[in-house]
C-alpha cells in the first residue's frame, strides 16, 4: 500500500488522502472536547442531575481514550482495529444504558430495568464481534442474533417498561426521553450498516457504495456518544430551571 510509511520510532504519517485515518483523528478532538464540556459543568448542577451528566462525560472519555488508540493503530497498519473498536463499545454502550435508568428514577425505575438493558446489550456486541472476527464466514447469522438483540432494546425504549416509565414522569424527562429513543432508532442503526459494509453476506452488493466501515462507525460513535450526552445535559440544565 502507498498510503503509509512506518518510520520506527517515529509516529507513522496520516496523509490527508487518507479519510478513514482522518475520520479517527477528528473523533479524537471530538470526544476530547464533549469530555472537557461535560466534566467542566459538572458543577453548575445539583447532585440529583450531577450523576447523568458525569456518566455522559465518562463515556465520551472512554470513547477519546479508544480513538487515540485506534488512530494511531489505523496510521501505522492500515487496519481497522476491530478489537479496541468493540472494548470502547462494551464500556460505553451499557453506560448508555445505565442514561436511561438514570433519568427515568424519578419515576421510579428499577435497577432490574437497567440489568436487562446491560445484558441486552452485551448480547448485541459479543454476537456482533464474533460475527466480525472470529466467525466472518457466518457473520450475517451472528448480525441477525445481534440484531435481534438491538430490536428488544428498542422496543423496550419505545413502548415497554421504560417508555411507560417515561410517560409517568412526563414533562423535561419524557422529552429528553423521546430524543434518546430516537437516537437508538436511527443514529445506532448505522452500526449494523458498517457491519454490513465490513463483512460478506447475502448483502455484499453494499460493498459497491463506496463506504468505508470505520468511516460509518466514527460517524455513528459522534453523533451517539455526544448527540446523546447533549440531550442529558440539557434535560439536566432545563429541570434546574423549574
Ligand atoms: C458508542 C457506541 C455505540 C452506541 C455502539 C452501538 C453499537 C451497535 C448498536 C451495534 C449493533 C450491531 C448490530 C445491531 C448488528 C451487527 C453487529 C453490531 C454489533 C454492529
New binding site residues.
Given amino acids: 500500500m502507498t498510503n503509509f510509511m512506518i518510520i520506527p520510532g517515529l509516529i507513522a504519517k496520516l496523509l490527508p488522502t487518507d479519510y478513514v485515518g482522518f475520520t479517527f483523528f477528528v473523533g479524537c478532538m471530538a470526544m476530547m472536547a464533549a469530555s472537557a464540556f461535560f466534566f467542566l459543568s459538572l458543577n453548575q448542577f445539583d447532585k440529583k442531575w450531577r450523576t447523568s451528566v458525569l456518566v455522559s462525560g465518562l463515556i465520551t472519555f472512554i470513547?477519546a481514550v479508544h480513538y487515540f488508540y485506534m488512530r494511531d493503530y489505523w496510521t501505522t497498519f492500515q487496519e481497522s482495529p476491530t478489537f479496541f473498536r468493540y472494548v470502547d463499545?462494551t464500556l460505553?454502550?451499557p453506560l448508555?444504558c445505565v442514561e436511561f435508568y438514570l433519568i427515568l428514577k424519578v419515576a421510579g425505575a428499577k435497577q432490574s430495568l437497567m440489568w436487562k438493558m446491560i445484558l441486552l446489550s452485551l448480547v448485541?456486541?459479543i454476537t456482533?464481534y464474533v460475527?466480525e472476527t472470529i466467525d466472518r464466514p457466518n457473520a450475517w447469522i451472528w448480525?441477525l442474533i445481534?440484531?435481534l438483540a438491538?430490536f428488544v432494546i428498542v422496543y423496550e425504549i419505545w413502548l415497554g417498561q421504560a417508555s411507560k416509565l417515561a410517560q409517568a414522569a412526563g414533562g423535561n424527562v419524557l422529552a429528553a426521553h423521546k430524543i434518546l429513543c430516537w437516537f437508538v432508532l436511527v443514529g445506532?442503526s448505522i452500526?449494523?450498516l458498517?457491519?454490513m459494509l465490513g463483512t460478506d453476506g447475502w448483502y455484499s452488493g453494499i460493498h459497491g457504495l463506496g463506504l468505508n466501515i470505520d468511516v460509518a462507525y466514527n460517524l455513528a460513535?459522534a453523533i451517539?456518544?455526544i448527540g446523546f450526552g447533549l440531550v442529558v445535559y440539557n434535560l439536566a440544565l432545563q429541570s434546574q430551571k423549574d
Fill in positions: 470513547a463499545w460505553t454502550v448508555m448485541m456486541l456482533g460475527g448480525g445481534s440484531g438491538y445506532w452500526y449494523p458498517g457491519y460513535d451517539n456518544k
